[in-house]
């Protein structure tokens, strides 16, 4: 989850996250040389007595500052493609989940075998237990495997939301009638929150999303207990 | 042939990638399933035959449709207003 004063993106707990946390550093590097470059450029320029005024051209720094910038952002291009690629990969999941926005809450259903349900609302700040976070944590968490491919389908009752969660690099819209595929992998067992990420009304800021990872047989056990309270 | 399509229903786990849906837009996946198994029930049983490897449609649909998408549809089938040609 978000931390306060936190800068950067929140930890991966996907693989695909922690690819796009290091293209962006990768990204943002050079993002901050060609800055600093410019910026050193800049002063120099400004603080200087000396001037020149029969420069007419230059072929050579023509070219390099033509070719170079090239060269970069072929640098920048090739990782990214490569990730872009590799979200796009077939994947086989073990296991589908439907989230639906509703005004003002998400509900989840695991339905691969039998028909289970559950609505998942945001606890109110003033029902919080120590050490829980505000405005994130829900009476129901949906749970999943850890290690295992996910799917993931949004969609929404009535208007327009997104199911988003940083941490594992996920965000999709839930469009009413339609049925949008996600996937993930939750490298690691824990607690990864998420914010509905499309404007829906007054609770907008109040339906959050809790992804809870956990072993297998953590997860059979929830579920089977999840069937029984039904 | 039977057999293969028994197995498959017996090891299954989830709706599997369908290369007729490569993309996100999963919403015809959910419909489509939905209209075989439908089709399937209708084709098999008047023809008087056994219409078990038409539950292979039915578990993925169970698995990409949402439930309230699944009710209202067999609520449509019910009345008669169902908007799709099964």
Known sequence: MAHPTQLGFQDAASPVMEELLHFHDHALMIVFLISTLVLYIIIAMVSTKLTNKYILDSQEIEI???????????????PSLRILYLMD???????????????????YEYTDYEDLGFDSYMVPTQDLAPGQFRLLETDHRMVVPMESPIRILVSAEDVLHSWAVPSLGMKMDAVPGRLNQTAFIASRPGLFYGQCSEICGANHSFMPIVVEAVPLEHFENWSSLMLEDA | MADVIEDKIKNYRTAPFDARFPNTNQTRNCFQNYLDFHRCNKALSSKGQDSSPCEWYQ?????????????????QIEDGSFPGKV
């Open chain 2, 59 to 75: 578990r993925v649909y169970k698995s990409l449709c949402p439930m309230s998408w699944v009710e209202k549809w067999d609520g």
């Open chain 1, 89 to 107: 990969e077939i994947n086989d999941p073990h296991l589908t989940i439907k989230a639906m926005g509703h005004q003002w809450y998400w509900s």
């Open chain 1, 64 to 78: 390099v500052w033509t070719i170079l910038p090239a060269v970069i952002l072929v640098l920048i291009a090739l």
